[in-house]
């Protein structure tokens, strides 16, 4: 019976290997990949830069650490930021690409390097006429083919890759645009006030809608009741690059946050060249004051609804429009009208 593999892209190896210091190679311990220094000094990444319809060659080095020659399958990919904390990643190979991904190619699509060896291998990158100007993150990869088998009672392979990081350029006007969205409040409030902690949590969205790579930082402030200031501070965690067109979904804890109040919040975003604010609105109000309101509320809404219908049942009927009212007898039994 074949045996069942998920197959994943060991993108850890890659992402650590991708954030290494200057003059480092993307390495996982086992292979590196990196650019071919130039005669000028050692390359950390590629900084590359063309007008739309130009080529360009250069080298990637992928440099064997162990005793046995290993196969690996290289590929030009597009880099993105991850959902979860806004790290640099690149696509699989099966995925489509629009920049970097699609038009960078290796010379040779698979590379045997012997142990203890490193070897060379040219690529071309052609920009498109109509290429958009503005970066174009990506990365070469180099990615081993065979399903390491995992350990333990599910059967689970790990398909490993490391890859160098591809900065690309095109010419044109550089946009600098960054927007805060769907800024939201979610308050934990102790059931009685006072006997408890009430923390809340500030989840908000970082969309680069310009052109070039930014380096975010995000401040948040709280206001009260009457303008109170409740909370300023400078947000961490931030993204060190949000590339172009992407989206990153990040929250940040308030603790001791009020248990009774009502304001707002305001995130402001800002990076070189662009500032965005965004504001969602808090009502802190404990479960037990909650409740008491809530059903207060329901009495109240019951008992004038009840008043309502009692005075529409004893209010006198109005004679039809043309209809002379009808005539009352009096106590002597004579007809007044």
Same mark, same amino acid.
């Given at each position: 019976m074949r045996k069942p593999y998920a197959l994943l892209l060991s993108l850890c190896c890659l992402l650590l290997?991708?954030?290494?210091?200057?003059?480092?190679?993307?390495?996982n311990g086992s292979w590196s990949v990196? @650019?071919?220094?130039?005669?000028?000094?050692?390359? @950390?990444?590629?900084?590359?830069?063309?007008?739309?319809?130009?080529?360009i060659d250069d080298e990637v080095a992928v440099a064997n650490k162990t005793a046995e020659p290993l196969t690996?399958?290289?590929? !030009?990919?597009?880099?993105?930021?991850?959902?979860?904390?806004?790290?640099?990643?690149?696509?699989t190979a099966?995925?489509?690409?629009?920049?970097?991904?699609?038009? !960078?190619?290796?010379?040779?699509?698979?590379?045997? #390097?012997?142990? +203890?060896?490193? #070897?060379?291998?040219?690529?071309?990158?052609r920009v498109p006429a109509g290429a958009e100007p503005g970066d174009h993150p990506g990365a070469i990869v180099a990615i081993d083919e065979r399903i390491d088998p995992g350990a333990g009672s599910v059967a689970l392979g790990v398909r490993r890759a490391v890859g160098a990081r591809v900065y690309l350029r095109v010419s044109g006007p550089a946009v600098p645009a960054l927007?805060?969205?769907?800024? +939201?409040? !979610? +308050?934990?409030? @102790? *059931?009685?006030?006072?006997?408890?902690?009430?923390?809340?949590?500030v989840?908000?969205?970082?969309?680069?809608?310009?052109?070039?790579?930014?380096?975010?930082?995000?401040?948040?402030?709280?206001?009260?009741?009457?303008?109170?200031?409740? *909370?300023t501070r400078g947000l961490t965690g931030m993204p060190a690059e949000l590339? @172009?067109?992407?989206? #990153?979904?990040?929250?940040?804890?308030?603790r001791d946050?009020?248990?009774?109040?009502?304001?707002? #919040?305001? *995130?402001?975003? +800002?990076?070189?060249?662009?500032?965005?604010?965004?504001?969602?609105?808090?009502?802190?109000?404990?479960?037990?004051?909650?409740?008491?309101?809530?059903?207060?509320?329901?009495?109240?809404? !019951?008992?004038l609804a009840r008043a309502r219908r009692a005075r529409r049942s004893h209010a006198p009927h109005p004679s039809a429009p043309g209809q002379a009212p009808r005539p009352t007898e009096t106590a002597t039994g004579r007809v007044r009208p």
């Open positions: 290997g991708l954030t290494a210091t200057p003059a480092r190679a993307a390495d990196y @650019p071919v220094s130039s005669e000028v000094a050692a390359r @950390p990444y590629f900084y590359l830069s063309a007008d739309p319809g130009r080529r690996f399958r290289l590929y !030009a990919a597009d880099a993105y930021n991850t959902a979860r904390d806004g790290g640099f990643a690149v696509r099966g995925e489509r690409m629009r920049g970097v991904g699609a038009w !960078a190619k290796p010379a040779r699509s698979r590379v045997t #390097v012997p142990g +203890h060896r490193t #070897v060379k291998v040219p690529f071309t990158l927007a805060v969205e769907d800024v +939201h409040v !979610a +308050h934990r409030q @102790p *059931l009685v006030p006072g006997l408890g902690d009430s923390t809340a949590t989840s908000y969205t970082l969309h680069n809608t310009g052109n070039v790579t930014l380096d975010p930082k995000v401040e948040l402030t709280a206001r009260g009741l009457f303008g109170r200031t409740l *909370l590339l @172009p067109g992407q989206r #990153v979904r990040l929250t940040e804890p308030w946050a009020p248990q009774f109040d009502w304001g707002k #919040v305001t *995130l402001t975003a +800002h990076a070189t060249g662009t500032r965005q604010s965004a504001s969602a609105a808090f009502l802190a109000l404990p479960w037990l004051v909650a409740a008491v309101v809530g059903a207060a509320a329901v009495v109240g809404a !019951a008992l």
